[in-house]
């Protein structure tokens, strides 16, 4: 049973377009999100994060939304660059029942055509 | 700055061997880490260590799997008998006493 949903597996969009990541949640007991970017043969960075009290944190050209009672979260990417063609990663914990563990959607490739 | 490092990079191994993966943190990281992400699929954690407290093996698939975390720093994830559907990249996280994880670069486990 997938807790963390991507259920685009991948996105294509033109340079200078905005690019948006969908991300959906089950469990009402997440209280953390996160998104990761991976490029082939690297470990996922770390990109940006927002907590449950929060409905959007920004960082740059990227803003995370949270939308709790549909439990949605997204990424947008505003302008997207070339450089941000990567697969996507949504991630979720549960940090105030004391878990630090991260559950992850299974990703969605970005693709930004120059 | 020196990231997390993960020996080796690839291994490559015949059904039923036992490997060893090991994962160096980063200086200072008090918690540790171990996913997997097989063929096509988000990554699926495995354990966690935090300082000295007893370590979370919830994910461990079976008992095939165990890690260790000595002094506080290098782990090593060690897989016995290796089977075929062990095949996959195994990915190690430090973080401070915070939700951020940064990862190493990982091990491609090949069982043949």
């Known amino acids: 049973d997938q807790q963390v949903k991507q259920n685009s597996p991948s996105l294509s969009v033109q340079e200078g377009r905005i690019s948006i990541l969908n991300c959906d949640y089950t469990?009402?007991?997440?209280?953390?999100f996160l998104w990761y970017k991976k490029y082939p043969a690297e470990g996922p960075t770390f990109l940006i994060s927002?907590?449950?009290?929060?409905d959007k944190n920004e960082d740059g050209r990227f803003t995370v939304f949270l939308n709790k009672s549909a439990k949605h979260l997204s990424l947008h990417i505003v302008p997207s660059q070339p450089g941000d063609s990567a697969v996507y990663f949504c991630?979720?914990?549960?940090?105030?029942?004391?878990?630090?563990?991260?559950?992850f959607g299974k990703g969605t490739k970005l693709t930004v055509n120059p | 700055g020196a990231g997390v490092s993960q020996s080796p990079s690839n291994k490559v191994t015949e059904k039923g061997k036992d490997v060893e993966l090991r994962c160096d943190p980063i200086?200072?990281?008090?918690?540790l880490y171990w996913y997997r992400q097989s063929l096509g699929q988000g990554l699926e954690f495995l354990i966690y260590?935090?300082?000295?407290?007893?370590?979370?093996k919830s994910g461990l698939p079976s008992d095939r799997f165990s890690a260790e975390r000595t002094g506080g720093s290098v782990s090593t994830l060690t897989i016995q008998r290796t089977q075929q559907e062990d095949s996959a990249v195994y990915l190690c996280?430090?973080?401070?006493?915070?939700?951020?994880?940064?990862f190493g670069p990982g091990t491609r486990l090949t069982v043949l």
């Open positions: 996280a430090s973080s401070k006493p915070r939700p951020e994880q940064f």
């Open positions: 469990n009402s007991m997440f209280d953390y």
């Open positions: 927002i907590s449950s009290i929060k």
């Open positions: 991630a979720a914990s549960n940090r105030g029942g004391g878990s630090e563990k991260l559950v």
């Open positions: 200086s200072g990281h008090t918690a």
């Open positions: 260590f935090q300082g000295n407290s007893a370590p979370d």
